[in-house]
C-alpha cells in the first residue's frame, strides 16, 4: 500500500487543514467579532457534553464496523473497530478524502483481511451510511414535510437535487461492487498489462483483490439480517449527530423549535452537505448548515455552527491524530512520524 510511503503528504495534508481552518476562522472574526464575544460565554461543562456527543457520533460509527468485520477477523475488538473509524477521520482530512479508504484497507489487512475483501467492505459502509442518510431523510419528509415545506420553502431545490444525486451515488456504488459486466470489464484491463517482470505477480494480486471485493460484497448485500442490524446501527449513529445541533441552540439558550424538529431540520441538512463539494470537508457543512438553520438562528447562526463543527469535525479530527500517531507503526507508516 502506497499510503504507508507517504509520511510527508500525509503532514502536507494537515498543513492544509490548519490553513484552511485558519482561513475560516479569520473570515470569521473580520466579519463580525462579537461572535468570539458569544462563544467565550459558553461554560466548558457545555463544551465537554458537546465533545461527548462528537464522540459518541463516532463510537457508533465503530460499532457499524465491527458489526461488518467480526466475522471476518477473529477477536476483532471495538477497540479495533475504533482504530478503523479514527484513521477514516484522520485520512479523510489530511489526504482529501483520497487516502481514508486505502489506509483503513491496509490496517485490516495487517489484521488479517485480504486488500480486496478489506476495500470492498469498508466500500459498502460507506454505502451504509450514505442509504441511511437518504432513507433518514425520506423519513423526516413523511413525518415533517407539510411543516417542513411550509416554514423553509427555500429548500425545495436542493432537496431534490440532494436526493437524486445520493441516490445515483448509492446506485453507482452498489453497481461497482456487484455488477458482473464491472468485473469482466477490469479484467480485460488487467489482461492488457504487460506480463515481464514485476506485472505478472501484479496482475495476479489485482485480479484475485477484484474477486475478494464482488465475493464480499454479494455475500454482505444479501443478508437480508446483516442488512437490517447495519442499517439500524446507522440511524442510531446519525440520531446522534442530529441532535448535536440541538445541543449547541441551548447552550446558546435558543430553542427555536423542539427536539424531533431539530434533528429533521439536521438530517436535511447532512442530506445536503453531502452531495456538495468540499476541501477537506470543509465547505458543504458550512453552506448547509447556514441554508437550513439561518432562518430561525438569525444572529446565532454562526455561534451555533462554531460549535457544530467543533463537536463533529475539529475534535474528532484531533483526537484522530493522536489516536493515528499511537498506531501508525501497526500501519506500517514508518518511523518518520
Known amino acids: 500500500m502506497e499510503a504507508q510511503k507517504r509520511p ?13 481552518s485558519a482561513l475560516v476562522l ?41 458489526s461488518i468485520f467480526r466475522d471476518r ?7 479495533n473497530a475504533l482504530d478503523i473509524t479514527y484513521i477514516g477521520v484522520f485520512g479523510n482530512v489530511v489526504t482529501l478524502a483520497a487516502g481514508s479508504i486505502p489506509m483503513q484497507s491496509y490496517y485490516l489487512y495487517r489484521e488479517g483481511l485480504p486488500v480486496g475483501s478489506g476495500v470492498g467492505l469498508m ?8 442509504a441511511s442518510a437518504l432513507l433518514y431523510a425520506v423519513l423526516t419528509l413523511c413525518i415533517q414535510g407539510d ?7 427555500q429548500l425545495r431545490t436542493y432537496l431534490w437535487i440532494s436526493f437524486l444525486l445520493c441516490g445515483i451515488i448509492i446506485g453507482s456504488l452498489v453497481l461497482l461492487c456487484t455488477w458482473e459486466k464491472i468485473r469482466e470489464f477490469a479484467f480485460r484491463l488487467i489482461r492488457k498489462l504487460p506480463e515481464k517482470g514485476k506485472w505478472s505477480t501484479r496482475k495476479t494480486v489485482w485480479q484475485d483483490n477484484l474477486n475478494r471485493l464482488f465475493t464480499e460484497s454479494r455475500q454482505l448485500l444479501q443478508n437480508k439480517k446483516s442488512i437490517c442490524k447495519l ?22 439558550g435558543v430553542q427555536p423549535y423542539g427536539l424531533s424538529r431539530i434533528q429533521a431540520l439536521a438530517s436535511l441538512m447532512f442530506l445536503i452537505s453531502n452531495t456538495l463539494p468540499n476541501i477537506a470537508g470543509i465547505g458543504s457543512v458550512e453552506f448547509a448548515f447556514f441554508l437550513v438553520f439561518s432562518r430561525c438562528l438569525g444572529p446565532l447562526t454562526m455561534p451555533a455552527l462554531i460549535l457544530y463543527r467543533l463537536s463533529t469535525y475539529y475534535f474528532p479530527f484531533f483526537l484522530s491524530i493522536f489516536w493515528f500517531l499511537s498506531i501508525h507503526r501497526k500501519l506500517g507508516i514508518g518511523s518518520q512520524w
Request: with cysteine.
Open 8 to 20: 510527508h503528504s500525509l503532514l502536507k495534508g494537515t498543513l492544509l487543514f490548519v490553513i484552511l
Open 26 to 66: 479569520f473570515f470569521i472574526y473580520r466579519i463580525d467579532r462579537t461572535i468570539f464575544d458569544t462563544l467565550k460565554t459558553t461554560a466548558p461543562a457545555s463544551l465537554l457534553v458537546l465533545f461527548l456527543f462528537g464522540f459518541a457520533y463516532y463510537f457508533f460509527e465503530g460499532t457499524v464496523c465491527r
Open 73 to 79: 477477523i477473529p477477536g476483532f475488538s471495538v477497540l
Open 123 to 130: 466500500t459498502l459502509e460507506y454505502i451504509f451510511h450514505k
Open 147 to 153: 411543516w417542513i415545506c411550509s416554514e423553509f420553502p
Open 231 to 252: 442499517l439500524l446501527l446507522n440511524f442510531l449513529k446519525l440520531t446522534v449527530l442530529y441532535t448535536v445541533p440541538f445541543v449547541c441552540m441551548k447552550i446558546l
